[in-house]
């Protein structure tokens, strides 16, 4: 019984993490004109200057960053399933707080900059 809950809630909160990624993701490619002054990252301001201005390079690295992040997850829970939940749903609860940080900070400063 508690193995069928654990492996439910270890998939939410792969769910979480990967629906966080994409509505992140989304919203980088929606601010793309004015992504450069809005990025906070400084990795991410390395990689959209790398691309002389574009989000591309850095909308693929978030996008394997992601990949990896879940890939490790599931990989961890064949190895250590104990430590895999733990990190799954410590990672899920940050991607939580970057959504909130994204939906009242970032997206609110930049629609009143309109």
């Known amino acids: 019984m508690f193995k069928h809950i654990y ?3 270890l998939h939410i909160c ?3 993490v990967v629906t966080v990624s994409a509505i992140d993701t989304y919203w980088l490619s929606k601010a793309r004109a004015y992504i450069q002054e809005v990025e906070q990252n400084p990795l991410g ?10 989000v591309s390079l850095f909308i693929l690295c978030k996008f394997l960053g992601t990949y990896v992040a879940v890939a490790t997850i599931y990989y961890m829970n064949r190895t250590r399933p104990n430590r895999a939940l733990f990190v799954a749903a410590s ?4 991607q939580l707080f970057l959504l909130a940080y994204l939906y009242y900070g970032l997206a609110l400063s930049i629609a009143s900059s309109k």
Not at 45 to 54: F, M, P, R, V
Not at 91 to 94: D, K, R, V
């Open 7 to 9: 492996k439910k809630l």
């Open 45 to 54: 301001q390395y990689l959209i200057s790398l691309d002389g201005g574009d």
């Open 91 to 94: 990672l899920a609860i940050a």
């Open 14 to 16: 792969c769910a979480i």
